[in-house]
């Protein structure tokens, strides 16, 4: 949120006492004195006011958790443990995952309570690579490679699918690389061809590649670097 709105936001200062706050150098971001109304305000920002703190900010938080089969990625579901039962954090209801997999898929799952940040990791506009190594039942054909680079059309959404990289592993096993999310979208590429994906495994996510130190079901914190490559 700007700043300016932020400020007139709160029942103390209407919008032109905030006006003359801001020119008068009052106003303290993180650290550091905004005049700029447009200025972006978010929840893990500290802001003042002279001496008064008016947002203590919070602290944002970002887990890389190696997702175990047969776990939900969603924050609750009457039946099954989701990822976030796998967490021992406090607040575990403002934190949210970054690109969900299926029930029987594992690897890398993104969970953070930072939004714009997981926007970018999963926004297709940022063409960020999301890598599986994908296991099928039937063999995987040449004709593959092709059909994903130039895209597949998806009826349920009248789209089609950006260009995505798949580079052959043995006869029914492949790395894909796509830069989009869509629902249960390596299933329904490989479905395209009437084969069915048995494994799936996602090792990658722009950046950030799965730490191989993580058994299945363990996580870590994301270190500064990491966040910062996002
Ligand atoms: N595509 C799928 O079909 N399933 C996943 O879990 C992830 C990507």
């Not at 650290?31 to 008016?54: I, K, M, N």
């Not at 890389?64 to 939900?72: A, D, E």
């Not at 609750?76 to 406090?90: A, F, I, K």
């Not at 059909?147 to 089609?160: H, I, K, M, P, S």
Request: neutral net charge; glycine residues 6%; aromatic residues 8%.
């Amino acid at each position: 949120m700007r700043i300016d709105r932020f400020l007139s936001n709160l029942p103390r200062f209407n919008r032109k006492q905030v006006r003359l706050l801001l020119v008068e150098r009052r106003v303290v971001v993180d650290g550091v004195t905004v005049s700029d109304p447009h200025h972006e305000v978010r929840v893990f920002s500290q802001v003042r006011v002279d001496d008064e703190v008016l947002q203590t900010g919070k602290p944002a938080r970002y887990f890389m958790l190696h997702k175990p089969q047969g776990c939900v990625s969603a924050t609750s579901d009457p039946q099954h443990p989701t990822v976030l039962d796998l967490l021992d954090e406090p607040d575990k209801d403002e934190l949210h995952i970054a690109g969900r997999l299926d029930f029987n898929t594992t690897g890398l799952m993104i969970i953070t309570n930072d939004g714009q940040w997981s926007r970018r990791l999963t926004q297709p506009q940022t063409k960020l690579p999301k890598v599986y190594w994908v296991e099928t039942e039937q063999g995987i054909g040449p004709e593959y490679a092709l059909a994903f680079r130039a895209g597949l059309y998806f009826a349920f959404e009248d789209l089609t699918t950006q260009p995505a990289e798949l580079q052959l592993l043995g006869p029914t096993t492949a790395r894909l690389s796509i830069i989009e999310g869509r629902y249960h979208q390596v299933k329904r590429m490989f479905g395209h061809f009437n084969n069915k994906v048995i494994g799936l495994h996602r090792e990658r996510m722009g950046p950030l590649m799965l730490d191989t130190a993580l058994a299945p079901g363990e996580y870590r914190a994301l270190t500064d670097e990491e966040i910062r490559q996002v």
